[in-house]
């Protein structure tokens, strides 16, 4: 430190080092911020891409799960012609019972070349909010992977989490919480 007379009141231990300090946090923090893009994110609907996503899926057009919410007729059969397909507790990967399920998915996709599908990854009640939406990716990345494996352009299939948000069946058993926890499958032409 450097001492530094200051008129009457002696002297006094310069902030020199502090200073600098204050002004290279402030100098990032102005470049983290400029750095800041006010471009538009890529793949929702903003009206001028026909393939964005929009709430409902691409388009908007799709019996999404939240468009189901709002309308309320979640959970209430409307499946559409693909199935959906389960998952055990705390857990993404694909059951060999799934597989099948998946498998007619992807035929289907395959004679219907102009549908994209948007895969809805789903949870049960128990866990936080932040684990469940990150367990649901997870679950919905899962069902792509497989679909992309039998022949279905990535380009095709997108993925969201509502995590816990949107449950088919609201009860607190295992009867209700294996219903929750699953793929939904949304086609959009």
């Known amino acids: 430190m450097i001492r530094v007379q200051r008129g009457r009141g002696g002297w006094v231990s310069s902030g020199g080092k502090l200073a600098r300090a204050v002004a290279v946090v402030s100098l990032g923090a102005m470049l983290a911020l400029a750095g800041c893009s006010s471009k538009k994110t890529q793949g929702l609907n903003d009206g001028n891409n026909p393939n964005a996503l929009g709430e409902g899926g691409v388009n908007g057009s799709g019996q999404g799960s939240l468009e189901q919410l709002t309308k309320g007729t979640l959970g209430q059969g409307q499946q559409g012609p693909l199935t959906d397909i389960h998952f055990a507790y705390n857990e993404y990967t694909i059951q060999p019972?799934?597989?099948?399920?998946?498998?007619?998915?992807?035929?289907?996709l395959q004679k219907n070349a102009s549908s994209r599908v948007q895969v809805e990854g789903h949870c049960d009640d128990r866990g936080s909010e932040e684990y469940n939406i990150a367990l649901g990716a997870k679950r919905a990345q899962a069902a792509k992977e497989y679909l992309v494996t039998l022949?279905?352009?990535?380009?095709?299939?997108?993925?969201?989490?509502?995590g816990k948000e949107l449950p088919v069946c609201t009860e607190h058993?295992?009867?209700?919480?294996?219903?929750?926890?699953?793929?939904h499958f949304v086609v959009n032409q």
């Open 173 to 183: 058993d295992e009867s209700c919480w294996s219903q929750n926890r699953r793929d």
């Open 97 to 108: 019972q799934d597989g099948s399920i998946l498998r007619g998915n992807a035929s289907w």
């Open 151 to 162: 022949g279905i352009p990535g380009d095709r299939i997108s993925t969201i989490s509502y």
